[in-house]
């Protein structure tokens, strides 16, 4: 379930959106069709007001495409691996996928952003001051004026110092640079970011109960997506962290029974499924190539009565959807790669030499065990 539209690719950065950008488009123009422009410029026609309306929610969605463009292009010039940007109700994230490898690296890339959002404030603050001074009329004068006055509140909202908004980045950049200690950085700046989320919910809450008014709902929301996307940052610390040095090689299943691609799916069944302990095999065809992965799940979709005439390359999941990797890589860098389709297995590759098979009870195992290694003893 793939929601995201593709939009551009600027400086080789990738920009998405999900769907849900389209609904705080509507809005936008919506508030500004409907609340801003009839107060600054009344007699303004509905459909001007719209056009214009419209008009400035694509600016705004701009000025946030600006800003976590900012962060990933500092990051990239910093030699950290960035996927790309992908655009939603909450504005934007960008999807960087590399290790933040230094304090001073992670206080450039979070100061990045807010910066970019305080240049376009002031640059819109003036387009609006020099409008006004030479007469121009109020319709083009508040177009600016409101896109300057939600970028000051974006970027307070941004630089409240509570992970993972990019004020709690820099508190962790700057916590991490003090104690030379990335993981209690991580813990301190997450305790304010759910503090922070707590409280917002909280205050929607009452502001909802005491006003009825909406837009408390609309703090509960963002409160309740700052505090999920704390945990998922922290969770995903602790794996990075565990895993932290530990290679594809070390947790592989090493020599994997590899099958004949031509075998049925009967013989592939009784002499291999049954046989052996493995939920997936390899296959290879007649000149020894690996061609692709036969998993259990993919045995079992085959009816009974066609398993005679179904060979194993049928029912194989080609090699070109399978995650491979060398022995040697990290494999934090593997993990992202594992999808759903290759049913959470990859392969390894030393070479053209298949050597092992890595499976999410493989990572589980050596996660657990790197649990072992990192907790602290209990006092007695
Ligand atoms: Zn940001």
């Given at each position: ?35 801003v ?5 009344p ?12 008009g ?12 976590e ?9 910093r ?13 934007g994230?960008?999807h ?10 992670e206080?450039?890339?979070a ?10 404030a ?19 004068v ?6 300057a ?15 993972p ?18 993981a ?6 997450a ?6 989320a707590?409280?917002l ?8 109960f ?34 932290a ?18 075998v ?28 692709g ?9 085959v009816a ?17 959807q399978?995650?491979?990797a060398a022995s ?31 499976s ?14 990192v ?6």
């Amino acid at each position: 379930m793939n929601q995201e539209i593709p939009i551009a690719r600027i400086a080789g950065i990738r920009v998405a959106a999900h769907w849900s950008v389209l609904v705080i488009g509507a809005l936008l123009a919506w508030s500004v069709a409907a609340g801003v422009i009839p107060v600054a410029a009344p007699g303004t026609s509905v459909l001007i007001a719209w056009l214009v309306g419209t008009g400035t929610a694509v600016l705004l969605i701009a000025s946030l495409t600006a800003h976590e463009l900012a962060h990933s292009l500092v990051a990239r010039q910093r030699g950290v691996a960035v996927e790309g940007i992908t655009l939603w109700v909450f504005g934007g994230v960008s999807h960087i996928k590399g290790d933040w490898g230094s304090a001073r690296t992670e206080i450039a890339v979070a100061v990045a952003g807010p910066a970019t959002t305080l240049i376009l404030a002031g640059l819109f603050y003036g387009i609006a001051a020099a409008l006004d001074a030479v007469g121009a009329p109020p319709l083009a004068v508040v177009v600016p004026w409101w896109l300057a006055v939600v970028n000051v509140t974006l970027l307070v909202f941004n630089t409240v110092p509570a992970f993972p908004l990019d004020g709690g980045r820099i508190l962790r950049g700057i916590l991490w640079a003090h104690r030379g200690d990335r993981a209690s950085a991580t813990r301190s700046a997450a305790l304010w970011g759910r503090i922070f989320a707590f409280f917002l919910m909280a205050a929607g809450l009452v502001d909802f109960f005491l006003t009825s008014d909406i837009g408390g709902i609309w703090l509960v929301f963002i409160g309740w997506f700052l505090e999920t996307a704390n945990r998922a940052e922290v969770q995903g610390e602790s794996v990075q962290r565990m895993l932290a040095g530990v290679t594809v090689g070390q947790v592989m299943t090493p020599n994997p029974v590899v099958v004949p691609g031509w075998v049925s799916v009967d013989v592939l069944i009784e002499q291999y499924a049954m046989r052996y302990h493995f939920t997936t095999f390899p296959i290879h065809d007649i000149s020894g190539h690996i061609q692709g992965l036969v998993t259990l799940r993919g045995m079992k979709r085959v009816a009974v009565a066609e398993r005679g005439h179904m060979r194993a390359a049928d029912i194989a999941i080609p090699l070109e959807q399978v995650p491979t990797a060398a022995s040697g890589d990290p494999l934090v860098d593997l993990l992202p790669r594992l999808g759903i389709s290759s049913d959470g297995r990859a392969l390894v590759f030393d070479g053209d030499q298949l050597v092992g098979i890595v499976s999410p009870s493989d990572i589980a195992r050596r996660m657990q065990l790197g649990e072992l290694r990192v907790m602290p003893p209990r006092a007695a």
